[in-house]
């Protein structure tokens, strides 16, 4: 054999695969040195190329959708490129080889730098996509086809995608999956799809199964897109696409709610006053996207609403500075909470986990604390820190510490004083306000009193308004994270939404 030609070499991290081109693996980028890239990726003032041209340019591994070779002809890189903080493009490189021996020698490290570009993400999962043409002002099977499915093609996804026709689709769809065939069930909408789909799981017999074997992913095309603030660090939809894509299966805490003889799950939230009226109340708004949240507050400030009601709970942590050291502690990887252990065991078989403070219709347990609220401005109960790009409501959520967070405010203060509540939200002052109760919980009952109807919002979706109880299952769900970590402070969900 003649050896490798003296153009198509792979030394160390150093693939050329034809003259006057070097690619090159480092700790956590591709660099490319190409002259003819020069050209390519000139600067152009009024269509005429303008300055020196730059014949380098670094991909960071993050932004690698794909790399193969054609044997024996080319190498061919997809990868992704920040068009400004928000929008991503996507770009291609191809090299030809020159010969067969070449290709080899390209295959070997194109498989370096996939396994380099993917870490511990899986590579080429099977996604079911749902896209909700209603979600939020309309746009996204747009979305879908024009910013996400492409990229999805360039990291060689199995696409399976189906168009929601009405309310309630979602779960059909995944109470009947074929949960063998796919690794993830994706949305393209708000976060009502996502409920949809948790809940569609919940019906089955093989429940656990079901909610631990496909992960829930989040591409936002809604009016509210909290799972993917949390998830994806991000509600742009690109970012959100390569999110997904290069994410790994993380562990998410789910909480049962019992409401007369129902069970749902619910993912994100439930609350009643003040942010649940605003939430689902102002429908007739939608095409106002996230600002519609804050008309209706404003209004409701103004009115000075009440919700008098009977709360019942089984509080964890009762002190903000504990809190505060408890948060601290998870994310260091010291410590979870006691209970996270005991309930996460078996129980029931696959089906969904028998409820260990039983139901709505029970008897309130007797260690629980009881309060009875004559001027209620809001209750709010979350598992995860961002419900919506400017609003932190729970900053000291984890998703998967086996506890949930509530915040509570009086409704009964002066109209100044309330407004500056709920600014500061948006300031990131919202945890510190003495105004706020915060407490960790493991379990919950809400009664409403004295009120004909209103409303109760469990992930921004509409409930009877009637007496409920709410428990956490610690990590009974898959979901797919940027990092793994649930990190309100860090950059999931921070960078977008600062
Ligand atoms: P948004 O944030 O805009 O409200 P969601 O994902 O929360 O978006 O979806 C809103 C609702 O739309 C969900 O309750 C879902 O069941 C419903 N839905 C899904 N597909 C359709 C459809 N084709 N027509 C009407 N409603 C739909
Ligand atoms: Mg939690």
Known sequence: MAGTPPTTRAFRNVFLPTE?????????????????????????????????????????????????????????????VWKSKTTLSRETLTYSLNDERASQVAQAW????????????????????????????????????????PMFL?????????????????????????????????????????????????KRPDARRALKQVALAHIPAGSGNALSLNLNGSHRPGPCALAVIKGVTTDVDLMSVTQGDRRLLSFLSQSVGIIAECDLGTENLRWLGAKRFDVGVAYRIFNKR?????????????????ITAHYRRVQRGESKVANVEESAGGEAGDGLPVLRFGTVNDEVPADWDKFSLDTMGSFYCGNMAW?????????????????????????????????NLMTDIEKGRFYDNTRVTYRKIVAYRFTPRNQEDGYISIDGERIPFEPFQVEVHPGLATMISKSGKFDAFGPTGWEEAK
């Open 20 to 80: 006057g081109v070097s690619l090159t693996l480092e700790e956590d980028r591709l660099v490319v040195k190409d002259k003819a890239l020069a050209k390519r990726f000139r600067v152009k003032v009024c269509g005429i190329p303008f300055g020196s041209a730059l014949s380098t340019i670094t991909i960071p591994y993050y932004n690698i959708l794909w790399s193969d070779t054609t044997v024996p002809t080319s190498i061919t890189i997809h990868y992704t």
């Open 387 to 419: 419900m919506a790009p400017n609003a932190n409501f729970f900053p000291a959520a984890l998703a998967n510490d086996g506890l949930m967070d509530v915040v509570t405010n009086n409704g009964d203060i002066p109209r100044m004083e309330y407004i």
């Open 154 to 202: 360039h990291a060689r996804m199995t696409i399976d995608e189906t168009r929601t026709t009405r309310q309630g689709e979602g779960t059909d769809i995944c109470e009947n999956l074929d949960i063998d065939a796919y690794d993830m069930v994706v949305v393209v909408s708000g976060d009502g799809l996502a409920h949809e789909v948790l809940n569609g799981f919940a």
């Open 110 to 149: 194109s498989d370096r730098l996939l396994s380099l570009s993917y870490g511990k993400a899986q590579r080429q999962r099977r996604a079911k996509v749902l896209i909700n043409p209603h979600a939020g002002p309309g746009h996204a099977v747009s979305i879908w086809e024009n910013e996400v499915r």
């Open 306 to 322: 009440v919700y008098p009601c009977d709360v019942a709970v089984r509080t964890e942590i009762r002190d903000k500075a504990e």
